[in-house]
T-cell receptor
Framework: NAGVTQTPKFQVLKTGQSMTLQCAQD?????MSWYRQDPGMGLRLIHY???????DQGEVPNGYNVSRSTTEDFPLRLLSAAPSQTSVYFC???????????FGPGTRLTVL | AQSVTQPDIHITVSEGASLELRCNYS??????LFWYVQSPGQGLQLLLK??????LVQGIKGFEAEFKRSQSSFNLRKPSVHWSDAAEYFC????????????FGGGTRVLVKP
């Protein structure tokens, strides 16, 4: 199993550009989540999904969209990037009957 | 809403010495508590978790943590630190179904002196 994979690893955007961060897992996990990590603030939940077709907002959802059309994939979309979205983004997944979240390696995003 | 406080931003410890990282949480119900470790440039790895039962939990890499409800704390300990333990450590409290939605503390960066 590859576990949780994220692409790209690094990305630089200009203000106003759009992009999609990809997340995929091959463990057939029902739960998937997106977090952002900023210095001194730990990780904060952006959006999460409890299954295909079901998504909900986390603590800091503004400026981000998600969808979950398959169990495996959970992309995060930035429609109009802002410098405040410069961060490291982590995707995580978990099976509904377990208690362990598995994190991807992260995507480092810089918005100029 | 739940919250997590890790009072120590940085800790420096000598190799072979003991380590204790503090974590205080705020949550209205019985908490799901986690400790994660992040090595430089890496994702997060689960060290241990507490859901219920024995308040002293054992994790990987020789770490343990003790849940103290009266103090709203979940401190992480290791009796003898190795150089490879240098990393950033995050405490988290889980809400939602079996703690799926995690709220993290700000992290404690551990430096290990030879």
């Amino acid at each position: 199993n590859a576990g949780v994979t994220q692409t790209p690893k690094f990305q630089v955007l200009k203000t106003g550009q759009s992009m999609t961060l990809q997340c995929a897992q091959d463990m057939n996990h029902e739960y998937m989540s997106w977090y952002r990590q900023d210095p001194g603030m730990g990780l904060r939940l952006i959006h999460y999904s409890v299954g295909a077709g079901i998504t909900d907002q986390g603590e800091v959802p503004n400026g981000y969209n998600v969808s979950r059309s398959t169990t495996e994939d959970f992309p995060l979309r930035l429609l109009s990037a802002a410098p405040s979205q410069t961060s490291v983004y982590f995707c995580a997944s978990r099976a509904v009957r377990t208690d362990t979240q598995y994190f991807g390696p992260g995507t480092r995003l810089t918005v100029l | 809403a739940q919250s997590v406080t890790q009072p120590d931003i940085h800790i420096t410890v000598s190799e072979g010495a003991s380590l204790e990282l503090r974590c205080n949480y705020s949550y209205g119900a019985t908490p799901y508590l986690f400790w994660y470790v992040q090595s430089p440039g890496q994702g997060l790895q689960l060290l241990l978790k507490y859901f219920s039962g024995d308040t002293l939990v054992q994790g990987i890499k020789g770490f343990e943590a003790e849940f103290k409800r009266s103090q709203s704390s979940f401190n992480l300990r290791k009796p003898s630190v190795h150089w490879s333990d240098a990393a950033e450590y995050f405490c988290a409290v889980g809400a939602g179904a079996a703690g799926n939605k995690l709220t993290f503390g700000g992290g404690t960066r551990v430096l290990v002196k030879p």
